[in-house]
């Protein structure tokens, strides 16, 4: 499974790629904004240096709503680099954009997915990612896996080679649920990596190993 992490913060996105285990990063314009990123021109540029930071897919969100300008901002972020992967609405003109977009070799993320309908249109679309938004669906006491694994056998059943991308990922279990599901991609904050590096007994068995080694060399 691929890890995105979720954000347009460089620090957090720099410490991500030192694990050695990031393969791309995907933002919105709410995460832009947290950075306090605004201006179009700024946002562009700010897409351009999470290129620089990372080797994968980095994920650029359109703004408009209707075809046409999706086109031309879509055209836009694509030229700005070659990691830059389009994210386009799940609407009817952002299904009609990915057509295009994928018509013409551009890489493109279908977002703002709450069913499996939703997934079947996109990955017909020939989308390179689909997100669907496990997290939001969990915050309305659906289950969020069970949309994973409908999209996933759907996948299965036509070979279609559209990337599950599981986003909103609010937790540790949640990534390891979507590895066991087979999800391609997760995306999600930096603690929902870093956690899956903790465990109590590997804390004690380190200190333990540290203690004995301590007192061998007395």
Same mark, same amino acid.
């Given at each position: 499974?691929k890890f995105?992490?979720?954000?347009?913060?460089l *620090?957090?996105? $720099?410490? =991500?790629q030192? @694990?050695?285990? /990031?393969?791309g990063?995907?933002? *919105?314009?709410s995460l832009m904004?947290?950075?306090?990123?605004?201006g179009k021109?700024n946002i562009?540029?700010? +897409? !351009?240096?999470?290129c620089?930071i !990372?080797?994968g897919?980095v994920?650029?969100?359109?703004?408009a709503?209707?075809? *046409?300008d999706?086109?031309k901002?879509g055209?836009? @972020? &694509?030229d700005l680099h070659e990691?830059?992967?389009v994210k386009l609405?799940m609407? $009817?003109d952002g299904?009609r954009?990915?057509?295009?977009? %994928?018509?013409?070799?551009? $890489?493109t993320?279908v977002? /703002?997915v709450?069913?499996?309908?939703? =997934? #079947? #249109?996109?990955?017909? &679309?020939?989308a390179?990612?689909v997100?669907?938004? #496990?997290?939001r669906?969990?915050?309305?006491s659906?289950d969020?896996?069970?949309?994973i694994?409908?999209?996933?056998?759907? +996948?299965?059943n036509?070979?279609f080679?559209?990337?599950?991308? =599981? =986003?909103?990922i609010?937790h540790?279990?949640?990534?390891?649920n979507?590895?066991?599901i087979g999800?391609?991609v997760?995306?999600g904050?930096l603690? %929902?990596?870093?956690? #899956?590096l $903790?465990?109590? /007994?590997t804390d004690?068995? /380190?200190?333990?190993? @540290?203690?004995?080694?301590a007192k061998g *060399?007395?």
């Amino acid at each position: 499974m691929k890890f995105f992490i979720d954000t347009a913060n460089l *620090n957090e996105i $720099k410490e =991500a790629q030192s @694990l050695g285990v /990031l393969d791309g990063v995907t933002t *919105n314009p709410s995460l832009m904004a947290k950075e306090g990123i605004t201006g179009k021109n700024n946002i562009l540029k700010h +897409y !351009v240096d999470i290129c620089t930071i !990372v080797d994968g897919d980095v994920s650029a969100e359109v703004i408009a709503i209707d075809y *046409n300008d999706m086109i031309k901002e879509g055209e836009e @972020l &694509a030229d700005l680099h070659e990691q830059i992967v389009v994210k386009l609405p799940m609407t $009817k003109d952002g299904i009609r954009a990915c057509k295009y977009f %994928s018509d013409k070799g551009v $890489k493109t993320n279908v977002t /703002l997915v709450f069913s499996a309908g939703q =997934a #079947l #249109l996109a990955a017909k &679309a020939g989308a390179t990612y689909v997100s669907p938004f #496990l997290g939001r669906l969990d915050d309305i006491s659906t289950d969020g896996l069970a949309l994973i694994q409908e999209i996933r056998d759907i +996948y299965d059943n036509y070979a279609f080679e559209t990337q599950i991308l =599981a =986003a909103s990922i609010r937790h540790t279990m949640h990534v390891v649920n979507c590895a066991k599901i087979g999800a391609d991609v997760m995306t999600g904050p930096l603690s %929902s990596i870093m956690g #899956l590096l $903790k465990h109590p /007994l590997t804390d004690i068995g /380190l200190a333990q190993f @540290l203690a004995d080694y301590a007192k061998g *060399n007395q």
